[in-house]
């Protein structure tokens, strides 16, 4: 049984990764990703990762993925499909991956550590529990956590910064672009995110914001 | 059975904490509405962080300990890289105080950003676990990727940023997967555990697997430390990015990742060593060759330092060849000298691309002699050190280097470095010419540089157009640079200082040699 749902995880997840390289449209590698992502998350349910397994389904098969589906949708692109830029790259690509299919290959097979042709290595209960896993984020991990959850902090406003340059660098002065204050963050205004603001009436508020604020520093 | 939470010594992880507070409140501190606040109060913020890590890190000086878990080591050579890392940073903030990068990104969001980039090199340097190698390594990365694509009116900003998050991004993922390797190979993350297990395990050590993992890793630092076969998107990104962010990647960025490379390979994967010198030796002449004669026919300044500085990690590299005490003794110092002597020809670039027409071609520096020594002065004495003539700090430098590797047993490395700082002196020596022989040239636009300017920042000060003075220039580029020829002339000054009396800095890179505890 498990050797079963091995290969068919395996073979879930190569044609996946090809499928993402391979097919044109920008959606359809989307979809080709999920489907690789979620043949991933069966191969670690054989090797007894439940709570990796279900992370992968939820956090990457299920929020990631539905992002990347509405950054698609939204930019497009179906229309013009991806090309390679010119016969040098799309022939030393292939050939450098090729190189390095080999190199881990050889590294797979050639390995000789005794738990590769055995069973592995053996299992222990409670082994990749959620417990477990909390509990080595708390301690021998904790560092790593921590950096890690800066680090999420930091690309977050570099993307804003990215995503910011966009919008009317060209038609309106830098000193025109609006800031936010450290008042504005705990004065909510009323009405964001509500009807009344998509209908545009929050913004004739808003302009008569802007010219007071132009007169104060 | 209760977890038991790790003992944490704040006193060893405060140049981190410093760093970590310091980017919140300077990100916050963006957000202030005064214009002027927001200009200046940012960046004395970020001073005061990064001066506030430089001193926590002098405190821990001496120490040597593990802390959090065995995740970081607090030991010399961290501490003394991390002052490299503050003093590349400040330089940057003082050099950016008048660029149009913090300005069109934000202030706040660009000098944290900058914080960020140093804490990630801090982790990244003091690492002692493949998780806290990768994660200083992408921390140290991203903040770098959206800086350099912060000069938001120029199109070759973000195909610098572009070029750096792509490359940078395959970089980060062969590391990623060498580091899963060896994983895979000892079992252990901690860096002891990997040497025990290297030691301890017959065969191991030419097992497949670890062979692979050790190639994919030495792919990776390759592609940070721009060393050749993996150094092509140096020049292009070196020459989009703002050329304060440009001084900062040049030489921090260098220095965390040679700090890890050696404190991997020496500690962890010392038992190795007979496998990774082979190819790090290989790496290291290819980029000596490659460095130097790629920039032979450069006319971009930036440019022609990006090429020198593949051709310095070739000659860095074979410091971590050697793989003993004095090969780290000479990386440390080289990794200062290459900060002093790159800060100032930077800073130089940077006031000239204010000062002229010409952005920075080589051209911008004609005639510099004779117009403002302030500024060519530094410049000479920055090429004549990164070229290795003695009476500068690249001097000793490079004979530090090469005396490791001839006591290493590789003096065939220490003829190719010599045989490229050879080939190097024709393009060092084409800036030096051009600053001091030949005429001002006639510019497009308008006079470059006004007679009054003689070059004291004080005079400099006095014709800056902000004060009313100084009005033959452009309407948006001011005349003097008082800043960028303080760090010019500071940074210069040092490079001369270390090249007569380099006993101070040698004493401070023998302790951070020794820290690794190599013979």
């Known amino acids: 049984m498990a050797e079963v749902v091995f290969f068919v995880a395996s073979l879930g997840a190569i044609g996946g990764a090809v499928g993402v390289v391979a097919l044109r449209n920008p959606f359809y590698s989307v979809l080709a990703l999920v489907g690789h992502l979620l043949s991933l998350a069966a191969l670690f349910l054989l090797l007894r990762a439940e709570f990796v397994a279900a992370a992968q389904v939820v956090v990457y098969a299920g929020a990631v993925m539905v992002l990347y589906v509405f950054v698609v949708a939204y930019i497009g692109g179906a229309d013009r499909p991806v090309r390679t830029t010119g016969p040098g790259l799309g022939l030393a690509a292939p050939l450098f991956a090729g190189a390095l299919f080999v190199e881990l290959c050889l590294a797979m097979l050639g390995s000789g550590l005794k738990a590769i042709d055995a069973q592995g290595a053996p299992y222990e209960a409670g082994f990749g529990s959620p417990g477990q896993i909390g509990e080595l984020f708390l301690t021998r991990f904790l560092l790593p956590f921590e950096v890690a959850s800066y680090l999420l902090l930091i690309a977050a406003v570099g993307a804003v910064i990215l995503a910011r340059r966009r919008r009317g660098l060209e038609e309106e002065g830098l000193e025109d672009v609006p800031t936010v204050t450290v008042a504005d963050l705990f004065r909510l205004e009323p009405g964001v995110g509500t009807q009344a603001e998509s209908g545009g009436m929050l913004q004739d508020r808003r302009e008569r914001d802007e010219r007071e604020r132009k007169g104060g520093w | ?519």
């Not at chain 2, 606040?37 to 913020?45: A, E, K, Q, S």
């Not at chain 2, 140093?118 to 959206?146: D, H, K, R």
């Not at chain 2, 092509?232 to 260098?254: I, L, N, R, S």
């Not at chain 2, 540089?449 to 001011?478: F, K, T, Y």
């Open chain 2, 1 to 519: 059975m209760t977890p038991e939470a790790p003992h944490i010594d704040w006193a060893g992880l405060s140049p981190i904490v410093a760093l970590t507070a310091g980017g919140i409140v300077v990100l916050a501190a963006g957000l202030f509405r005064g214009a002027w606040l927001r200009r200046y109060g940012v960046p004395l913020l970020t001073l005061l962080t990064l001066g506030a890590t430089a001193g926590l890190s002098i405190w821990q000086w001496g120490e040597d300990k593990a802390i959090v878990s065995r995740a970081l080591a607090v030991d010399d050579l961290a501490m003394f890289l991390n002052l490299l890392f503050c003093a590349g940073a400040i330089a940057a903030v003082v050099l950016a105080l008048r660029d149009s990068s913090p300005e069109e990104s934000g202030h706040g969001e660009w000098h944290a950003l900058l914080i960020s980039s140093v804490l990630g090199m801090t982790v990244l340097a003091s690492a002692q676990n493949l998780v806290v190698v990768f994660l200083g390594f992408e921390l140290l990365s991203i903040p770098l990727y959206v800086m350099c694509a912060t000069n938001l009116r120029r199109s070759k900003s973000l195909e610098s940023g572009l070029k750096y998050l792509i490359v940078g991004s395959v970089g980060s993922a062969t590391l990623l997967y060498g580091l899963a390797m060896i994983y895979g190979a000892t079992g252990a993350t901690g860096f002891e555990q990997i040497a025990t297990a290297l030691s301890s395990q017959a065969g191991l050590i030419d097992d497949p697997l670890t062979l692979t993992g050790i190639g994919l890793i030495v792919v990776g630092f390759c592609f940070k430390v721009s060393a050749a076969p993996f150094h092509q998107w140096t020049p292009d990104v070196y020459e989009g990015a703002p050329t304060p962010v440009t001084a900062f990647m040049a030489v921090a960025t260098k220095a965390a990742a040679f700090g890890a490379f050696v404190r991997l390979f020496d500690v962890a994967l010392i038992d190795a060593a007979t496998n990774w010198s082979p190819l790090l030796a290989a790496v290291a002449v290819a980029s000596i060759v490659v460095g130097n004669v790629g920039a032979l026919t450069q006319t971009s300044l930036k440019r022609l330092l990006a090429w020198s500085s593949i051709a310095q990690a070739g000659y860095m590299l074979a410091a971590v060849v050697v793989a003993d005490r004095e090969g780290v003794e000479a990386l440390a110092f080289y990794l200062a000298v290459y900060l002093v002597m790159n800060l100032a020809a930077f800073a130089v670039i940077v006031a000239r691309e204010r000062e002229t027409p010409f952005g920075d071609d080589i051209r911008s520096l004609a005639g510099l002699g004779a117009s403002r020594p302030a500024l060519a002065w530094p410049m000479t004495l920055a090429m004549l050190s990164l070229a290795g003539i003695p009476a500068t700090a690249g001097f000793i430098g490079k004979f530090t280097l090469i005396g490791a590797t001839v006591d290493g047993g590789y003096t065939w490395l220490g003829v190719a470095i010599v045989v490229g700082s050879m080939l190097s002196l024709y393009y060092y020596l084409r800036v030096v010419a051009a600053m001091w022989l030949s005429d001002v040239p006639v510019p497009a636009a308008r006079e470059p540089v006004p007679a009054i300017a003689g070059g004291s920042p004080e005079l400099d000060a006095a014709a800056d157009p902000e004060d009313g003075a100084g009005q033959d220039a452009g309407p948006d580029r001011p005349v003097s640079q008082a800043e960028a020829t303080a760090v010019a002339v500071l940074f210069g000054a040092a490079t001369l200082f270390f090249g007569i009396l380099p006993s101070p800095l040698f004493d401070l890179a023998r302790d951070a040699g020794s820290a690794l505890g190599l013979l």
